[in-house]
Nanobody, 124 residues
Framework: QVQLVESGGGLVQPGGSLRLSCAAS???????????MGWYRQAPGKERELVAT???????NYADSVKGRFTISRDNAKNTVYLQMNGLKPEDTAVYYC???????????????WGQGTQVAVSS
């Protein structure tokens, strides 16, 4: 079993910055390997949308709405993915969820896990 623990959310002023972290850790599921990782967000009244993804090798992809402002990165040794958010706008307000594709030597071999979500609020 794998657990994703998110941190770093909060309330900031427009133009401010936040750094989100999401760490994957094993509970009792044995050996695992973190494959792709990503961040998603869901604003009130809206569907969940992809924010950014990063492969194990470090290739990144961003939603058009956050390009140039957000940066996704990862530390494979710590099984952690980060989202540096700069120039935050009110429309960035949402619950942010991390997602991690986990590889294991036994069934199901590959499975996506979700973090608990962390609230980001951008307001004056």
């Amino acid at each position: 079993q794998v657990q994703l623990v998110e941190s770093g959310g909060g309330l900031v002023q427009p133009g401010g910055s936040l750094r989100l972290s999401c760490a994957a850790s094993g509970t009792s599921g044995g050996i695992f390997r973190v494959n792709g990782m990503g961040w998603y967000r869901q604003a009130p009244g809206k569907e969940r949308e992809l924010v950014a993804t990063i492969t194990r090798g470090g290739s990144t992809n961003y939603a058009d709405s956050v390009k140039g402002r957000f940066t996704i990165s990862r530390d494979n040794a710590k099984n952690t993915v980060y989202l540096q958010m700069n120039g935050l706008k009110p429309e960035d307000t949402a619950v942010y969820y991390c997602n991690t594709n986990i590889l294991t030597p036994s069934f199901p071999y590959e499975h996506d896990y979700w973090g608990q979500g962390t609230q980001v609020a951008v307001s004056s």
